[in-house]
């Protein structure tokens, strides 16, 4: 048997020599990505997001109020002198979010007359928008405590009362695995795996899928000794050991020389990034066995690809999902590589935290069983459509 994995193996290197787009399409691919990502998001956080501001009171509170918010890490004060002004500004893309203080807004609000304090958010800029809103009702709080705090003072309340009344509910917050907030560490943890994904399904679907479109089958049936078993696991034998390569180097990437948070072992999320990459490509393989037309083949795997970033979960919970999608959700090994993530890196709960999502990675492989003798009539007879 082995000599004809062998074989196989060596007929899948001359292609690769002959064919550069196996490594245009995957690690060419994989690198520009993870250059992408990992200096788009090095900063972590968005910082001087630019907030436009509107002062009609030009009181000694609105502008310390605007001063204070051009100072937070966030924000980057941009004035105008009438809100038409700054609304066509918002329209254009230039400030993400319009602040109007009103007229008389010290006045009213040392008189205990409430004023109306309005901003407007851009929410076509999901992440900007509501950066903007949160640096901004953060800053509209202080600014109101402040004025408690000075009244207050007026009255002769002692410092102890005046804490009670002005938050009179502690909040201990903690972020647990991503203390910093830093959207690289939320988003590139996934997005990477998730690209790698990708790239599996769709270069092993071309592998096995061009055999039918060059007529080149009958060929790797007769290296292969005449056995599919042979002649398939020649071929993923290559396709594993690079994938693997690419996939722990990936880990190394992000959780020893970039340094994002793991709180468990790196060998148990190399374990991890093992069983997702046999996984794809099991899915890869039934995909073209099921259908042994090499672009629909690849057309239904860049789907399937695409679906298991918005299934995994990681932007939006699958528990808020319709529960039919909660079902689907389990047919994306990006899922269950998300799962057995949450467990190893943000909590380290090891074995007993994970064990069920690498049972689910593994029952995956069991998927090409039921398509290895269709593959095999099709590798043989070549009876579909070769364009």
């Excluded at 600014?143 to 408690?148: D, F, I, K, L, Y």
């Excluded at 009244?151 to 410092?159: D, H, I, R, W, Y």
């Excluded at 599919?228 to 880990?251: D, E, P, R």
């Excluded at 890869?284 to 970033?309: D, E, H, K, Q």
Aim: charged residues 15%; contains cysteine.
């Amino acid at each position: 048997m082995w000599k004809y994995v062998k074989a196989v193996a060596i007929r899948e290197l001359r292609i690769w020599a002959q064919r550069p787009i196996y490594f245009v399409g995957s690690l060419g691919v994989i690198l520009f990505g993870s250059i992408f990502f990992l200096t788009f998001f090095k900063a972590g956080l968005p910082s001087k997001l630019p907030i436009g501001v509107v002062d009609y009171d030009r009181s000694s509170l609105s502008r310390n109020f605007t001063r204070q918010l051009d100072a937070t890490q966030l924000g980057e004060v941009v004035r105008f002198d009438d809100f038409r002004t700054a609304r066509e500004a918002m329209q254009r893309g230039e400030v993400t979010s319009v602040c109007v203080i009103p007229d008389n807004f010290s006045a009213d609000i040392q008189a205990f007359r409430r004023p109306t304090f309005t901003f407007y958010v851009n929410g076509l800029y999901f992440v900007g928008g509501s950066l903007a809103y949160q640096d901004i009702l953060t800053m509209i709080n202080l600014t109101s405590g402040a004025v408690q705090k000075q009244v207050l003072t007026a009255k002769g309340v002692s410092e102890h009362d005046m804490m009670g009344r002005l938050r009179p509910v502690n909040i201990d917050v903690h972020r647990i695995g991503n203390p910093m907030t830093n959207y690289g560490v939320y988003l590139n943890n996934l997005l990477l795996p998730g690209l790698l994904q990708m790239m599996i399904i769709l270069v092993t679907i071309y592998a096995f899928g061009t055999e039918l479109k060059y007529s080149t089958s009958r060929y790797l049936m007769e290296t292969a000794g005449g056995s599919i078993l042979h002649a398939v696991s020649g071929k993923l034998l290559v396709y594993t050991l690079y994938f693997t390569a690419i996939g722990l180097s990936m880990i190394l990437l992000l959780y020893s020389w970039l340094g994002y948070p793991l709180a468990g072992s790196i060998w148990n999320m190399f374990l991890d990034m093992f069983l997702m990459i046999l996984a794809c490509e099991s899915v890869a393989l039934t995909i073209v066995g099921l259908i042994p037309v090499c672009r629909f083949a690849i057309s239904i795997g860049a789907l399937y690809s695409v679906l298991g970033f918005s299934l995994a979960g990681f932007t939006l919970p699958v528990e808020a999902m319709l529960p039919f999608l909660q079902g689907i959700s389990t047919i994306f090994p990006l899922r269950h590589y998300y799962l057995f993530y949450v467990q190893e890196a943000m909590f380290a709960s090891g074995f007993a935290g994970w064990y069920q999502e690498a049972i689910h990675l593994l029952l995956f492989l069991f998927l090409p069983v039921f398509i290895l003798k269709r593959l095999e009539n099709a590798y043989i007879n070549m009876d579909y459509p070769k364009k």
